[in-house]
């Protein structure tokens, strides 16, 4: 089990990419707000870098995946619904 860094780490970087959709689309109505997730999505981008460089020094584990499940339909029902709460505002 990954630890909670490790896996506040991973959670935040996860998110990097969405952050930054939502940030243009509020930059021209919520400037300060929108750079703030600009700011946000690039620290954890940089946290990433850090976490993976670190990482490189433990010795590797290998882990076999016995089986997968594609949730891509999940994936963009979130964003939809993310992009259509915040067209609200």
Request: aromatic letters at 14%; hydrophobic letters at 55%.
């Amino acid at each position: 089990m990954p630890t909670l860094t490790t896996r506040t780490v991973l959670f935040l970087s996860s998110y990097s990419p969405l952050l930054l959709i939502f940030a243009f689309h509020l930059l021209d109505k919520h400037p300060r707000v929108g750079w703030a997730l600009v700011a946000l999505s690039f620290i954890s981008l940089v946290g990433l870098g850090v976490f993976l460089t670190l990482v490189q020094r433990f010795v590797p584990v290998q882990v076999i995946v016995a089986s997968m499940k594609s949730r891509d339909g999940d994936v963009m029902s979130y964003i939809v619904t993310q992009y259509l709460w915040l067209s609200h505002f």
